[in-house]
């Protein structure tokens, strides 16, 4: 398990992709084989223009999915007439799961966290018999002073590596409450974690994380907003160790609601999880529920009000059309939603158009398996543990890199090791326009480094897929800029729109789909409220 005393942060913390030319792509790929996108689906031609509804979600990416899932199950009384609208030919937003030549490979996400909102949505959409979970002992690695190094899993928690005894004990000693007091501005990831868990912690777990979850930069990432559980953990109880102590009291006084007997149990350790076609199972999967309820290829181009109403305008493969809705979820980027709504409210434009999305390249290369260097082999002569990340500090330009087919069983042709790198983020704006070959080649020349034999042959690329936008950037400020765009909203009176996806709920996968449930519940309560 990895950065087990670090647990609580673990815890939170087809081309042309655009039916139509004037919508951006998010993410530009290229694979070595020709490949069709699974999950794809085709624009329902049967919607007719100036159509009603109750609840209209812009956006089929997960967060749009759930929401729309949720409101589909547990409130179609309230919420009769539903319809998600996607501007591009297929569901899924950053989730890309292909499949070619024997290898099957994410161009998004990788994996989630299998928690009780993803296992949720699992069984809803029916899907929860194809879930796949990683060997929760599998370790994460950090490169460090020339060496590979496990982070650690509990009970190794003394005797692991990559700290140092100092660093250890100036971790234990400041979690315990040795150092100094939380301040009233908002702290960086880096300002926090040095001043409760010392230089060390930060260097060599905590920076390195910040790729593994951001693709960002520590010294800009807000404490409060990226890893929010943990900083609560200090303001609550005084001291991260005292936070966990008053979290276990207040647990104990009210234990956790019993878990609904239809979910499967909870898996065991901190594994990640996914499903064995790939991740693209639970979109398409959620899509193909709720029927044409979904449209693709619809971009939406307005939004206006009309009495308590919304009116939509969309570019459709169908030409113009208008609905209305009594409620909207907006699920698309921050920066979308900026552009979307900007000229009617300028503080809100303003608010979400400064959020930052990085470039980050995933790049799938494929090597032998005898191309890998014998220590890094496990008993059963395979490449062993997750993955792993390079802290910036150490001469290594790639951010990290997933042993794909190390993860999850048959995602490769026999004796082939699939690995999944991540290149460019905040610190590294480049990659943006740099030449494929050249990430290639410097993928290559950093893992042979560190996991690949130096006379092995050149890899096999497989794919490398350039996001120009990929992930929201939780910077200082972050909280108040989104509570800045709704306070715009509800100035006006348009309550009935709500803000979500990533930039609001979270980045990771589960805490979009956790996010998507709550705000069904309240876009359900929305349409009630206007209905007595
Ligand atoms: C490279 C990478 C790796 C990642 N790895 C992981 C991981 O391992 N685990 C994890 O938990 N998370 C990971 N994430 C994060 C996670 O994938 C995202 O946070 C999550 O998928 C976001 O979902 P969303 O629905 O909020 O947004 P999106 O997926 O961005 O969906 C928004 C949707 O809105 C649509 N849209 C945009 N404009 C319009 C318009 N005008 N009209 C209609 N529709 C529109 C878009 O086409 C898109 O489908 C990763 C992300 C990236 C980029
Ligand atoms: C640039 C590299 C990235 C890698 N994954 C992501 C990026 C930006 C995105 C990402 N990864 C995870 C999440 C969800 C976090 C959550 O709270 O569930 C997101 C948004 C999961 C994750 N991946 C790694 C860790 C340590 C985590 C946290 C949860 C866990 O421990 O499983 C490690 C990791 N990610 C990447 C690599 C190369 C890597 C190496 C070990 C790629």
């Known amino acids: 398990m990895p950065f087990t005393h670090l647990k609580p942060l673990n815890r939170l913390l087809g081309s042309p992709r655009a039916r139509h030319p004037h919508v951006a792509p998010q993410a530009v790929s290229v694979t070595n084989t020709s490949t069709t996108r699974p999950g794809g689906r085709s624009s329902a031609p049967g919607i007719p223009g100036d159509a009603e509804y109750d609840v209209v979600i812009v956006g089929a990416g997960i967060s749009g999915l759930t929401t729309a899932q949720a409101l589909a199950k547990q ?71 020339g060496r590979l190094r496990a982070t650690p899993s509990g009970p190794d ?12 004990l100036r971790a234990g000693l400041g979690a315990a409450g040795f150092k100094a007091p939380l301040p009233e501005r908002e702290e960086s990831v880096k300002e926090f974690v040095t001043r409760n868990l010392g230089e060390e912690v930060f260097q060599r777990l905590i920076e390195p994380f910040c790729s593994g979850v951001y693709a960002g930069d520590p010294a800009k990432l ?20 005292g936070g966990v102590l008053a979290l276990m009291k207040a647990r104990k006084q009210k234990p956790p609601e019993p878990r609904p007997a239809d979910l499967p149990p909870k898996p065991k350790g901190q594994t990640v999880g996914s499903f064995d076609k790939g991740l693209v199972t639970l979109p398409s999967a959620i899509a193909e529920e709720l029927g044409d309820r979904v449209v693709t290829g619809w971009k939406l181009e307005s939004i206006d009000r009309s009495g308590d109403r919304f009116q939509l305008t969309y570019d459709t493969p169908q030409g113009r059309k208008k609905v209305s809705a009594r409620s909207v979820a907006l699920t698309v980027p921050a920066y979308t939603a900026a552009s979307l709504l900007e000229s009617r409210f300028p503080k809100l434009g303003k608010a979400l158009s400064s959020i930052y999305y990085p470039p980050v390249a995933s790049v799938a290369l494929s090597y032998p398996e005898t191309a890998i260097l014998p220590e ?17 500090t150490q001469g290594v330009t790639t951010l990290g890199t997933i042993y794909a087919s190390s993860l999850f069983p048959g995602r490769v042709p026999e004796g082939k090791v699939l690995l999944l790198s991540y290149f460019g983020g905040a610190t590294n704006t480049r990659v943006a326009t740099m030449p494929h070959g050249e990430i290639v080649s410097q993928v290559d020349k950093d893992l042979r480094k560190m996991l690949i034999r130096s006379d092995a042959e050149s890899p096999h690329t497989v794919n490398v897929t350039v996001w120009p936008r990929a992930i929201p950037q939780f910077n200082v400020g972050h909280t108040d800029l989104i509570q800045e765009a709704k306070d715009d909203l509800a100035s006006q009176g348009w309550q009935g729109l709500h803000l979500g996806g990533n930039y609001v709920a979270g980045v990771a996968l589960g805490k979009c789909m956790e996010a998507g449930y709550k705000q069904a519940a309240e876009l359900a309560s929305h349409v009630k409220s206007l209905a007595t």
């Open 376 to 392: 890094r082999l496990g008993s059963d002569g395979h490449l062993a543990g997750f993955g792993q990340l390079h802290p910036r």
């Open 75 to 145: 409130y179609s009384d309230a919420v009769p007439r539903l319809l998600v609208t996607e501007a591009r030919d297929c569901v899924g937003g950053n989730i890309i799961t292909r499949r070619d030549g024997g290898y099957q490979w994410e161009e998004g996400p990788n994996s989630f966290q299998p928690s009780d909102a993803v296992l949720r949505a699992a069984v809803d959409a029916g899907v929860a018999d194809r879930l796949v979970l990683g060997d929760p002992k599998a370790p994460r690695y950090v490169y460090w002073g």
């Open 157 to 168: 928690v003394l005797t692991f590596d990559l700290l140092s005894l100092w660093g250890k």
């Open 222 to 241: 807000s404490m409060k907003a990226a890893f929010g559980k943990v900083y609560d953990l200090e303001k609550g109880g005084g001291s991260i160790v």
